[in-house]
């Protein structure tokens, strides 16, 4: 089966200044092709794939103006291309937002490295092979088996550190596991991050205080900055020494980000190790609509922060992996409002009203109550 890994890499000083120059080509490149077609489609209302504008920048483009994007890897130029080409796509289907140009400290560009000569991407426990860049060091050894075949990877730059994602071949065996004979049901929220059918409760992580002591680290940083770029507005100064102390707020911002982004994954990925490990039969989950959710604006930042597309992804792959069943409950079942004892549904019920009341004497936490519905539910997909 096919598995990713993503790693942190420790490169030379020439190895950051090749790796930070392709990405600089690719990131140019990209957003070249979004100019060209919307130059192109407002003077003839037509649209160049990426195929052949890929043709028109190695033999036209190229030879009379910007001769150094032929400095960089030509795989690597490619795949930005062809990721222009999948947005337009994607754009044209309904099934994303009209592409934006990729700025430079949003740091979402990856170099893609494909595998051309068999000593390409080779794995050793301490570093590993890059295409036109080299051997560079691993910062965790033995994280990539030696021996898993990579087929591709790409190289990515957060906050001032370097990353490597590979895609490998490797032979893994499915966990044989003894499961328990009941299931169990999980209703997510804002409260609680996850209350479950057994009682327990995972906490919502962004209530903590360490997580609140770097949020309002991150709102000071980020009025720093913001009052550095006014100051420059006002003064008219384009001084390299002005621009260079906005680079460093800049870096300080992006670090507070990937710190708050990886301590909210990893406890996303500890809690659903921890269901997978009680090794039910199944587990029942609801479809929650968080695209909806997202339109309140009281709410949104705090459904923004719980990651739960994060959630139901990592479930399916671990379920998948040990062999449990995973069934999702269509998104109108109002579990929250129905008595898990007696049936009765509670129409009134009100989002302010954490305990649950039923006429049968049924009284106990609204979210317990959703979670013991949802493992009741007899109606339900199955995901695989």
């Given at each position: 089966?096919k598995?990713a890994y993503f790693?942190?890499i420790?490169p030379?000083?020439?190895?950051i200044?090749k790796?930070n120059?392709?990405?600089?080509?690719?990131?140019?490149?990209?957003n070249l092709?979004l100019?060209?077609?919307?130059?192109?489609y407002?003077r003839?209302?037509?649209?160049?794939?990426?195929?052949d504008f890929s043709k028109?920048l190695n033999n036209?483009?190229?030879?009379?103006?910007?001769k150094?994007?032929?400095e960089?890897?030509s795989k690597?130029?490619?795949?930005?291309?062809?990721?222009?080409?999948?947005?337009?796509?994607?754009?044209?289907k309904g099934?994303?937002?009209?592409?934006?140009y990729?700025?430079?400290?949003?740091q979402?560009v990856?170099c893609y490295?494909?595998?051309?000569?068999k000593?390409?991407?080779?794995?050793?426990?301490?570093?590993?092979?890059i295409?036109?860049?080299?051997?560079?060091?691993?910062k965790?050894?033995?994280y990539?088996p030696?021996?898993?075949?990579?087929k591709?990877?790409?190289v990515s730059q957060?906050?001032?550190?370097?990353f490597?994602s590979?895609l490998?071949?490797?032979?893994t065996?499915?966990?044989?596991?003894?499961l328990n004979?009941?299931?169990?049901?999980?209703?997510?929220?804002?409260k609680?991050?996850a209350v479950?059918?057994d009682g327990?409760?995972h906490?919502?992580?962004n209530?903590t205080a360490k997580?609140?002591?770097?949020?309002?680290?991150?709102?000071?940083?980020?009025?720093?900055?913001?009052r550095k770029?006014?100051?420059?507005k006002?003064?008219g100064?384009?001084?390299?020494?002005?621009?260079?102390?906005?680079?460093?707020?800049?870096?300080r911002?992006?670090?507070?980000?990937v710190?708050?982004?990886?301590?909210r994954?990893?406890?996303?990925?500890?809690?659903v190790?921890e269901?997978v490990k009680?090794?039910?039969?199944?587990?029942?989950?609801e479809?929650?609509?968080?695209k909806?959710?997202m339109k309140?604006?009281?709410?949104?930042?705090?459904?923004?922060?719980?990651c739960f597309y994060?959630?139901?992804?990592?479930l399916?792959?671990?379920?998948?992996e040990?062999?449990i069943e995973?069934r999702?409950v269509?998104r109108?079942?109002?579990?929250?409002?129905l008595?898990?004892c007696c049936?009765q549904?509670k129409?009134?019920?009100?989002?302010?009203d954490?305990?649950?009341?039923?006429?049968?004497?049924n009284?106990m936490?609204?979210?317990l109550?959703?979670?013991?519905?949802?493992l009741?539910a007899?109606e339900?997909?199955?995901?695989t």
């Amino acid at each position: 089966m096919k598995k990713a890994y993503f790693i942190e890499i420790k490169p030379t000083t020439q190895q950051i200044a090749k790796i930070n120059q392709t990405i600089g080509v690719c990131r140019y490149v990209y957003n070249l092709y979004l100019a060209k077609n919307k130059e192109l489609y407002q003077r003839e209302k037509k649209f160049m794939s990426g195929y052949d504008f890929s043709k028109w920048l190695n033999n036209i483009h190229t030879k009379e103006h910007d001769k150094w994007i032929k400095e960089v890897s030509s795989k690597a130029v490619k795949q930005a291309i062809m990721n222009g080409d999948k947005a337009f796509n994607r754009f044209f289907k309904g099934l994303s937002k009209f592409p934006s140009y990729k700025k430079k400290k949003n740091q979402n560009v990856k170099c893609y490295f494909p595998k051309n000569n068999k000593t390409d991407w080779t794995v050793e426990r301490h570093r590993i092979k890059i295409p036109t860049i080299g051997w560079i060091k691993l910062k965790e050894y033995g994280y990539i088996p030696k021996d898993a075949i990579v087929k591709s990877g790409t190289v990515s730059q957060q906050a001032g550190r370097y990353f490597v994602s590979v895609l490998c071949e490797v032979n893994t065996r499915k966990h044989v596991n003894k499961l328990n004979e009941g299931g169990l049901g999980i209703d997510l929220g804002i409260k609680d991050f996850a209350v479950r059918s057994d009682g327990k409760a995972h906490k919502n992580i962004n209530k903590t205080a360490k997580l609140k002591k770097l949020e309002k680290k991150l709102q000071r940083e980020q009025r720093s900055l913001s009052r550095k770029y006014e100051n420059l507005k006002k003064r008219g100064e384009k001084t390299v020494a002005k621009r260079a102390n906005i680079n460093k707020n800049i870096l300080r911002v992006q670090k507070l980000h990937v710190r708050l982004s990886n301590i909210r994954t990893e406890y996303v990925k500890s809690v659903v190790n921890e269901l997978v490990k009680a090794k039910p039969m199944y587990i029942t989950i609801e479809d929650l609509n968080v695209k909806g959710m997202m339109k309140n604006k009281h709410l949104s930042r705090s459904v923004a922060e719980q990651c739960f597309y994060m959630f139901k992804t990592w479930l399916i792959a671990k379920c998948k992996e040990y062999g449990i069943e995973l069934r999702q409950v269509d998104r109108f079942y109002p579990s929250s409002k129905l008595c898990s004892c007696c049936g009765q549904k509670k129409v009134d019920l009100k989002l302010s009203d954490r305990i649950y009341e039923c006429d049968c004497g049924n009284i106990m936490n609204r979210d317990l109550n959703a979670s013991i519905n949802l493992l009741q539910a007899k109606e339900y997909t199955i995901r695989t």
